[in-house]
C-alpha cells in the first residue's frame, strides 16, 4: 500500500524558511516522479516542484529561485527547502507521486507565511 505523510510546516515570518518532507512507503521513491503541489485558502491546487527519477527538477516560476526539491536517499524522505517565503506561499503542502497508473496524495502540511 502506498503512502505519503508529510511534516514540517508551520507558522513562518515573510523572509523565513521552512523545510518540508514527505515520507513515502510502499514504493521505491528513486524510481518515480515525486512532486509537491499547493492549495492556498479558496483556490485550486497547483504544481510547486517535481523532481524526476533521473533527479531532473521542475518548478512553478513563482517559486524559482527560492524552493528547492531534493530526494534524501539516507532519510528515504522527498524534500522541499522553502526560503525566503511570502505571504502568498501560504497554503496547505501537499506530496503526490503517480505509480503503477494511480495517483497518490498525502494528508498535507499546512504552511502560514505573515508579513
Known amino acids: 500500500q502506498v503512502r505519503l505523510v508529510e511534516s514540517g510546516g508551520g507558522l513562518v515570518q515573510a523572509g523565513g524558511s521552512l523545510r518540508l518532507s514527505c515520507a513515502p512507503s510502499?514504493?521505491?521513491?528513486?524510481?518515480?516522479?515525486m512532486g509537491w503541489y499547493r492549495q492556498p485558502p479558496g483556490k485550486q491546487r497547483e504544481s510547486v516542484a517535481l523532481?524526476?527519477?533521473?533527479?531532473?527538477?521542475r518548478y512553478e516560476d513563482s517559486v524559482k529561485g527560492r524552493f528547492s526539491i531534493s530526494r534524501d536517499s539516507a532519510k528515504n524522505t522527498v524534500v522541499l527547502q522553502m526560503n525566503s517565503l511570502k505571504p502568498e506561499d501560504t497554503a496547505g503542502y501537499y506530496c503526490?507521486?503517480?505509480?503503477?497508473?494511480?495517483?497518490?496524495w498525502g494528508q498535507g502540511t499546512q504552511v502560514t507565511v505573515y508579513s
Open positions: 510502499g514504493i521505491d521513491f528513486r524510481r518515480v516522479t
Open positions: 503526490n507521486t503517480d505509480y503503477s497508473y494511480s495517483d497518490y
Open positions: 523532481i524526476s527519477s533521473g533527479g531532473i527538477t
